[in-house]
């Protein structure tokens, strides 16, 4: 376990701080190294972790940790204190789970007396994680209920405008903005940048649409992904609320006071649940990408993270045209585990307000829950996770993964918490362009 804390050490430390799960701008670095190098423990194994805590590079020699110990998102049912050894260590026994998920260690320290600063860390380790269910249940007309809305939302035809976006546009690639209509009712209209690669004179291209993360936003760094559009993929990325990404801040924030709840708007019942227009509106974009001239009428792919990981899911599950998926993370999966005494996924609904859950929501949200659509996923699937994430949560992603029948892979990135690496994001281009036929 020494020889593999000294090369974390190292690296992290040979990266400029690259480890990214700690507090940004903390002056004290975190090195936390379970004694399972994958981080994974059978049910009913013990976990130990090894734990360093460094300011300035030199070891915080003597500080007191205070810890506490509790299922994934859930309460300590653990606590106490230790002393680091004169090289900044201690190691800690944090028990085991006798059911299959997540434990989660969380430490801080405040070695200064003179300030009122604490650092905070924590890390998560997972017993049989490959045997999680969910707790969502599934409505008996699932496929039935979406049958129906896809059948009611073909009869607004395809209408939508495309205008040149000079600032994005390179010397590889064409920018467009593009204006989705919708037949609503609670979402009218979405905006995409839609890159489409230059090459050759009638050359054709596959394509990967791209929905977002959560929030009520405009479209951010569009030319972050840019290396799709440059490589020879048509990339759509898109925001879901009607928010054109020329607007103003303050217009935006207004749209933002408007819509901040859209995650339980309508919940009452699945048929006003604003999610619905959201889904459609999202395999909807499909359709356009279907008919550009550029589109090589096969190679039609999804990407996304959080809830661009859910709405890449479900948009897949939707429309059997899909030949590859690459999601983060997904949110809105197991949005009902809070009930079932585990964590829920993103938004976390009835974690604090257990009293929320009426058996209208509760059946409302069987019918948008990913667990469902990854059950029926057929094209080939990419996931990946982190298991340090508190926003969707290593057990949620479980869930979704060990439901998935299709062909799939998983890329675990045990440190990782609410983001991905650039390395990571680059993969997800290469496996897709690996599906293309």
Same mark, same amino acid.
């Given at each position: ?27 004290? +670095? *975190? ?7 994958? *981080? ?30 509790? $299922?994934?998102?859930?309460?300590? @049912? ?71 809305? +896809? ?31 919708? $037949? ?20 054709? &291209? ?30 759509? =990325? ?8 020329? +607007?103003?801040? @303050? ?16 919940? @009452? ?28 009428? =096969? ?66 949200? =069987? ?5 469902? &659509? ?10 990946? *996770?982190?298991?340090? @994430? ?28 609410? *983001? ?18």
């Amino acid at each position: 376990m020494k020889r593999l804390f000294s090369a974390l050490l190292a690296g992290c430390m040979a990266t400029g701080v690259a480890m990214a799960n700690y507090p940004d701008r903390d002056d004290y +670095l *975190w090195v936390t190294v379970p004694d399972h190098a994958d *981080w994974l423990y059978q049910s009913g194994d013990s976990a130990r972790i090894e734990v360093s805590v460094y300011r300035y590079g030199q070891p915080l020699s003597g500080a007191v940790l205070n810890y506490g110990i509790g $299922p994934d998102m859930l309460d300590d @049912d653990t606590t106490g204190t230790l002393k680091l050894d004169k090289d900044g260590r201690a190691v800690i026994n944090i028990g085991t789970m006798q059911v299959p998920g997540f434990r989660d260690l969380r430490l801080t320290t405040q070695p200064d007396p003179e300030s009122n600063a604490v650092s905070r860390h924590h890390v998560k380790v997972g017993f049989s994680p490959e045997k999680l269910k969910a707790h969502t249940g599934e409505p008996s007309d699932f496929d039935a209920f979406w049958a129906k809305a +896809l059948e009611k939302d073909a009869k607004t035809p395809l209408s939508y405008t495309m205008e040149p976006s000079a600032k994005y546009t390179t010397p590889k690639m064409n920018a467009y903005l593009v204006k989705m209509n919708l $037949p609503g009712p609670k979402v009218t209209e979405m905006y995409g940048y839609l890159f489409i690669p230059k090459g050759e004179p009638g050359q054709k &291209f596959p394509a990967a649409f791209c929905p977002p993360g959560a929030g009520v936003k405009t479209i951010k760094d569009p030319l972050n992904h840019r290396y799709y559009g440059e490589g020879g993929m048509i990339r759509l =990325e898109t925001e879901i609320h009607g928010v054109n990404p020329e +607007l103003s801040e @303050d217009s935006i924030a207004a749209i933002r006071k408007v819509r901040g709840g859209y995650l339980s708007d309508g919940w @009452d019942s699945p048929e006003t649940y604003y999610m619905l227009d959201v889904y459609l509106g999202c395999r909807r974009w499909l359709d356009l990408l279907a008919q550009l001239p550029e589109f090589d009428g =096969e190679n039609l792919f999804v990407q996304g993270g959080s809830q661009g990981g859910a709405l890449a899911i479900t948009t897949a599950a939707l429309d059997p045209r899909v030949k590859g998926c690459s999601a983060n993370h997904p949110a809105l999966s197991d949005m009902t585990g809070y009930l079932g005494d585990k964590t829920g996924g993103y938004p976390h609904h009835f974690r604090k307000n257990p009293s929320d859950a009426t058996p209208e929501r509760i059946k409302t949200l =069987e019918y948008y829950d990913v667990v469902n &659509f990854a059950k029926r996923l057929r094209c080939p699937v990419r996931m990946t *996770w982190g298991y340090n @994430d508190n926003t969707c949560p290593p057990t949620t992603s479980y869930e979704v993964y060990n439901v998935i029948t299709a062909p799939k892979h998983a890329l675990l990135t045990p440190l990782n918490e609410h *983001w991905t690496s650039r390395a990571t994001e680059q993969g997800h281009y290469r496996w897709l362009k690996s599906l293309v036929k």
